[in-house]
């Protein structure tokens, strides 16, 4: 079945704790990204790939990181977390090398606490 | 800069109503636009684009919507709502000159079908 999954999808922590959410992807798709989710805000992006070892920042990238080292995995990284970092987090691809037609994963919720 | 905009927080509709979500939009040169609808505790879902051609997209599960360049609207409709069309609606939009690596999202509307 084709997908994009993340790992946790639920999450607890405390600030300065790093953790990793990862996302991955069975589509062979070029494109990658990571939005956020908060309320009345809607969804805004953080980084985005478009392919292997090639990322650039998207509207919100601070205390942010990732990487794109194989084509199907695309984690997010927190270094030192922090509680507005406190959100709903989506990842997605898709097929071309541009942002289009974007399949998403089912989510990870995030409290720092 | 890219953006767009919805600006019904929450929409109520009865069911077998026709329904629309509203959606505007700006960009410098021609826009990419889509669609997206979100299930609770889901990923969002693609529902339909409009690139390029005929004003009346259609898309998934009886959506369609109707791209007025002179009105820079992008609404979503629906002819007779179901009560399991009750969820959260994102309009997007790209700039294909300028934007290609960025899809930037409304903020969504709540959609409520009662029965």
């Known amino acids: 079945e084709a997908q994009v999954t993340q790992n946790p999808r639920y999450l607890i922590t405390v600030t300065g704790k790093k953790l990793t959410v990862t996302c991955s992807q069975n589509?062979?798709?070029?494109?990658m990204s990571w939005y956020r989710q908060d309320p009345g805000l809607g969804l805004r992006q953080i980084y985005y790939s478009m392919n292997v070892e090639v990322t650039d920042k998207g509207d919100v990238p601070e205390g942010y990181k990732v990487s794109r080292k194989e084509k199907r995995n695309f984690p997010l990284i927190l270094e030192s977390p922090s509680p507005n970092q406190t959100s709903l987090y989506f990842c997605a691809s898709s097929l071309s090398k541009s942002a289009d037609t974007q399949y998403f994963g089912p989510g990870t919720r995030l409290t720092v606490l | 800069a890219q953006s767009v905009a919805q600006p019904e927080d929450q929409v109520n509709v009865a069911e077998g109503n026709p329904l629309t979500v509203k959606c505007t939009y700006s960009v410098s040169g021609n826009p990419y636009l889509f669609w997206y609808v979100q299930y609770p505790n889901r990923g969002l879902q693609f529902l339909l684009k409009?690139?390029?051609?005929?004003?009346l997209v259609k898309g998934s599960y009886g959506f369609e919507a109707e791209f007025n360049k002179s009105q820079t609207s992008f609404h979503l409709k629906k002819p007779s709502a179901l009560v399991s069309d009750s969820a959260l609606y994102f309009c997007a939009v790209r700039d294909m000159n300028t934007g290609f690596q960025k899809l930037v999202f409304g903020t969504g509307t709540r959609l409520l079908v009662s029965p």
């Open positions: 589509m062979n798709h070029e494109y």
């Open positions: 409009y690139i390029t051609g005929d004003n």
